[in-house]
């Protein structure tokens, strides 16, 4: 009787465990990984990209950046300025959602672009600054599967499909795997409206900056072209303050990176 | 007991998705990618050297030109908050260009900037302060009268480049999705200097003027600024910028000024005829293609220009009247006739990657005449090497039928230092 009691207890309390740890949702596991890509204050980077082509390095582009978060939308916005190649070095770009400015220090012109209008090779505007996916994507759980990590070790991984919530954004659907142990993203596949896979991506070199493991390395494939390779290398992270006044396209002139 | 155990090794095994064997290669790629370390530099500059051959209306002689020029600008931070910024080119070109020297310096910018606070900025000395969301014709660039001294293409971004500042104090103060700048701009010197050292303070500073610029954020799409500018013997005039997007690969953008003012033909000859109100137009589309095509379509309207009618009666009328009003007319970088259409492409990484193709064409649409240019561009890893060709035509006494040379091409190689 009293080993049945003991059960009965064992159950409910595993039962209740069960209840109180729920397993997160989609959208929660996204944001989560969002949490483990981009820190939660104000802050700058250096992104250096390096593009291949059938395997030989053909462009290589450094920018520091720095990027804060809209206390209305969640949304990061940046400051970008070119700090290489030499016939781009000091041009920046605004990044705001779709407001998109580019500035030539030169023939001092704000130049608006469209989001079609790319400023790196493969690097889409959106692709090279920082973005909150769980604030424009619905998420939905597909499974979980190991899923080979860029480091080609096998992972767990939630697989997330993710549809986006308003046609302003730069893929129609996603489909992303999170390591379920510690919500790293791992891997990233982006399509088009058609269905057509315009590029994977892969999270990777995880290490500790500005208080979190976080992914210092970023490998673009495109879907179409797989000899057509970007790695994007993060480093020089820093807590920056960025007062709200200097993203607009009126401060770009002004902005000069520490 | 390990046979259930192995079996779900084996379910595991096969539900675990390896990376494709493309991906691999990529990461293995990936893997090899050099350490690259690039710090921002306080300088930057370039060697451009230039030859080609233009060929003469009148009589078909082809003459052959040389450019060699060097451009430096600097933007050097003194300390928290103080920055320094000089931006200097140097041309020489064989033969030397109209009657000035072989060799031009252009002073472009020289000030100095103090950001008071995060917010609050304040800067002296010769500065570019541009305005203006049109391509080809700005009427809200109420400062380009005169900013001109070197002229090495007819591409609208050389020319916008490749110019003077004024000497101005401007004070800006920005807050969240807006800002308001006042500038005002002194009359220092009376008359244009073309010694190939000056400052040449007397072709942008010749008169007093102010400018006060405004902006503010309406939505994520729109961000309108209003400008109103006042010189010397002359009314204010306002100004408008908006842009906005059109869809995923358009931007519709419109640049208005207007005002009492004299017309250009007064302002040429110097009559002593009144204001009257005047508005100056540019308004089109920016559309870019999947495969990194830019295409710009712009109507351009100066309505302060001569109308279709007396523009056609100049054009056969007194050769010295003519010139006067033309030379005025590119000394403001104004349009001569009231309307004109400007379309632009640019077609980034064309055909081959590295290689961009421009083009460029003008039409003076009270005669019909046009400027077409073609660019070439291949970039290799710190140079360009690039190939222009240029044609202007049209009747006799139109805007670019007119123009002494009928056509030409240039080789320019531009190497960064």
Same mark, same amino acid.
């Given at each position: 009787?009293?080993?049945?009691?003991?059960?009965?207890? *064992?159950?409910?309390?595993?039962?209740?465990?069960?209840?109180?740890?729920?397993?997160?949702?989609?959208?929660?596991?996204?944001?989560?990984?969002?949490?483990?890509?981009?820190?939660?204050?104000?802050?700058?980077?250096?992104?250096?990209?390096? /593009?291949?082509?059938?395997?030989?390095?053909?462009?290589?582009?450094?920018?520091?950046?720095?990027?804060?978060?809209?206390?209305?939308?969640?949304?990061?916005?940046? *400051?970008?300025?070119?700090?290489?190649?030499?016939?781009?070095?000091?041009?920046?770009?605004?990044?705001?959602?779709?407001?998109?400015?580019?500035?030539?220090?030169?023939?001092?012109?704000?130049?608006?672009?469209?989001?079609?209008?790319?400023?790196?090779?493969?690097?889409?505007?959106?692709?090279?600054?920082?973005?909150?996916?769980?604030?424009?994507?619905?998420? %939905?759980?597909?499974?979980?599967?190991?899923?080979?990590?860029?480091?080609?070790? *096998?992972?767990?991984?939630?697989?997330? %499909?993710?549809?986006?919530?308003?046609?302003?954004?730069?893929?129609?659907?996603?489909?992303?795997?999170?390591?379920?142990?510690?919500?790293?993203?791992?891997?990233?596949?982006?399509?088009?409206?058609?269905?057509?896979?315009?590029?994977?991506?892969?999270?990777?070199?995880?290490?500790?900056?500005?208080?979190?493991?976080?992914? %210092? /390395?970023?490998?673009?494939?495109?879907? *179409?072209?797989?000899?057509?390779?970007?790695?994007?290398?993060?480093?020089?992270?820093?807590?920056? /303050?960025?007062?709200?006044?200097?993203?607009?396209?009126?401060?770009?002139?002004?902005?000069?990176?520490? | 007991?390990?046979?259930?155990?192995?079996?779900?090794?084996?379910?595991?095994?096969?539900?675990?998705?390896?990376?494709?064997?493309?991906?691999?290669?990529?990461?293995?790629?990936?893997?090899?990618?050099?350490?690259?370390?690039?710090?921002?530099?306080? $300088?930057?500059?370039?060697?451009?050297?230039?030859?080609?051959?233009?060929?003469?209306?009148?009589?078909?002689?082809?003459?052959?030109?040389?450019?060699?020029?060097?451009?430096?600008?600097?933007?050097?931070?003194?300390?928290?908050?103080?920055?320094?910024?000089?931006?200097?080119?140097?041309?020489?070109?064989?033969?030397?260009?109209?009657?000035?020297?072989?060799?031009?310096?252009?002073?472009?910018?020289?000030?100095?900037?103090?950001?008071?606070?995060?917010? @609050?900025?304040?800067?002296?000395?010769?500065?570019?302060? @541009?305005?203006?969301?049109?391509?080809?014709?700005?009427?809200?660039?109420?400062?380009?009268?005169?900013?001109?001294?070197?002229?090495?293409?007819?591409?609208?971004?050389?020319?916008?480049?490749?110019?003077?500042?004024?000497?101005?104090?401007?004070?800006?103060?920005?807050?969240?999705?807006?800002?308001?700048?006042?500038?005002?701009?002194?009359?220092?010197?009376?008359?244009?200097?073309?010694?190939?050292?000056?400052?040449?303070?007397?072709?942008?500073?010749?008169?007093?003027?102010?400018?006060?610029?405004?902006?503010?954020?309406?939505?994520?799409?729109?961000?309108?600024? $209003?400008?109103?500018?006042?010189?010397?013997?002359?009314?204010?005039?306002?100004?408008?910028?908006?842009?906005?997007?059109?869809?995923?690969?358009?931007?519709?953008?419109?640049?208005?000024?207007?005002?009492?003012?004299?017309?250009?033909?007064?302002?040429?000859?110097?009559?002593?005829?009144?204001?009257?109100?005047?508005?100056?137009?540019?308004?089109?589309?920016?559309?870019?293609?999947?495969?990194?095509?830019?295409?710009?379509?712009?109507?351009?309207?100066?309505?302060?220009?001569?109308?279709?009618?007396?523009?056609?009666?100049?054009?056969?009328?007194?050769?010295?009247?003519?010139?006067?009003?033309?030379?005025?007319?590119?000394?403001?970088?104004?349009?001569?006739?009231?309307?004109?259409?400007?379309?632009?492409?640019? $077609?980034?990484?064309?055909?081959?990657?590295?290689?961009?193709?421009?083009?460029?064409?003008?039409?003076?649409?009270?005669?019909?005449?046009?400027?077409?240019?073609?660019?070439?561009?291949?970039?290799?890893?710190?140079?360009?090497?690039?190939?222009?060709?240029?044609?202007?035509?049209?009747?006799?006494?139109?805007?670019?039928?007119?123009?002494?040379?009928?056509?030409?091409?240039?080789?320019?190689?531009?190497?960064?230092?």
């Amino acid at each position: 009787m009293r080993r049945l009691i003991l059960q009965t207890l *064992l159950l409910c309390a595993t039962l209740c465990a069960g209840v109180s740890h729920a397993a997160p949702s989609a959208q929660e596991i996204l944001a989560a990984s969002d949490a483990v890509r981009n820190p939660d204050f104000s802050f700058g980077l250096t992104n250096t990209l390096i /593009e291949y082509r059938n395997g030989k390095q053909t462009d290589t582009s450094t920018l520091a950046i720095y990027s804060k978060a809209d206390p209305n939308s969640s949304q990061f916005r940046s *400051l970008v300025r070119f700090v290489a190649p030499a016939r781009d070095a000091n041009k920046l770009m605004l990044y705001s959602g779709k407001d998109l400015w580019f500035y030539d220090p030169a023939n001092k012109a704000s130049i608006r672009l469209s989001p079609q209008q790319r400023l790196l090779g493969q690097a889409s505007n959106g692709d090279v600054v920082t973005v909150n996916l769980a604030k424009d994507y619905q998420a %939905t759980q597909a499974g979980e599967e190991d899923m080979q990590d860029g480091e080609r070790q *096998l992972r767990h991984c939630y697989k997330l %499909t993710l549809a986006a919530l308003t046609p302003d954004v730069n893929y129609h659907h996603i489909e992303m795997w999170i390591d379920t142990s510690n919500k790293h993203p791992i891997k990233a596949r982006f399509f088009s409206e058609s269905g057509k896979l315009l590029k994977t991506a892969y999270f990777r070199h995880y290490q500790k900056q500005l208080g979190a493991e976080r992914p %210092t /390395e970023t490998v673009i494939i495109d879907g *179409l072209d797989p000899n057509w390779v970007t790695v994007m290398r993060f480093s020089d992270w820093a807590k920056r /303050e960025v007062p709200d006044a200097w993203l607009q396209r009126d401060y770009l002139p002004r902005f000069k990176p520490e | 007991m390990r046979l259930p155990m192995l079996m779900l090794l084996a379910i595991a095994a096969g539900v675990a998705q390896p990376a494709l064997a493309d991906d691999l290669d990529a990461l293995m790629l990936a893997d090899t990618a050099p350490e690259i370390v690039k710090t921002s530099r306080d $300088w930057q500059g370039y060697m451009e050297a230039a030859f080609g051959e233009s060929v003469a209306r009148a009589d078909g002689v082809a003459t052959a030109n040389q450019r060699l020029s060097f451009d430096l600008q600097l933007d050097k931070s003194l300390a928290p908050g103080w920055r320094a910024v000089l931006a200097d080119r140097w041309d020489v070109t064989w033969p030397a260009q109209g009657s000035e020297a072989s060799g031009i310096n252009t002073l472009k910018e020289a000030y100095l900037s103090w950001q008071v606070q995060d917010e @609050r900025l304040l800067d002296l000395g010769r500065i570019n302060a @541009r305005y203006g969301v049109a391509t080809g014709y700005n009427p809200t660039d109420f400062l380009r009268t005169g900013a001109l001294r070197s002229l090495v293409s007819v591409d609208p971004g050389s020319l916008k480049k490749n110019r003077m500042g004024s000497v101005m104090l401007r004070g800006q103060t920005l807050w969240s999705g807006g800002s308001l700048t006042a500038l005002y701009s002194p009359k220092l010197e009376d008359q244009p200097n073309t010694a190939a050292f000056s400052a040449d303070l007397g072709a942008t500073n010749n008169q007093s003027r102010w400018l006060l610029a405004a902006s503010q954020q309406w939505t994520d799409k729109l961000s309108p600024q $209003w400008l109103l500018f006042g010189e010397a013997g002359q009314s204010a005039q306002l100004g408008f910028n908006l842009t906005t997007l059109a869809g995923e690969a358009g931007v519709a953008f419109l640049e208005w000024s207007g005002g009492p003012s004299r017309s250009l033909w007064s302002q040429a000859m110097n009559t002593a005829e009144g204001e009257a109100f005047h508005n100056r137009l540019a308004t089109g589309l920016s559309y870019t293609t999947a495969n990194k095509l830019t295409l710009t379509l712009e109507v351009d309207y100066n309505g302060a220009a001569l109308d279709d009618a007396a523009w056609t009666a100049l054009a056969h009328g007194p050769a010295l009247a003519y010139r006067q009003y033309r030379n005025w007319a590119q000394y403001a970088q104004d349009m001569p006739a009231q309307q004109a259409t400007f379309v632009y492409a640019a $077609w980034q990484d064309a055909l081959v990657n590295h290689l961009d193709l421009n083009a460029m064409l003008r039409v003076n649409r009270a005669d019909q005449s046009r400027l077409t240019w073609l660019e070439a561009r291949y970039h290799f890893s710190r140079s360009d090497l690039a190939l222009q060709w240029q044609v202007n035509s049209g009747s006799p006494g139109s805007e670019y039928g007119t123009d002494p040379q009928q056509r030409a091409w240039q080789a320019v190689l531009r190497c960064y230092f």
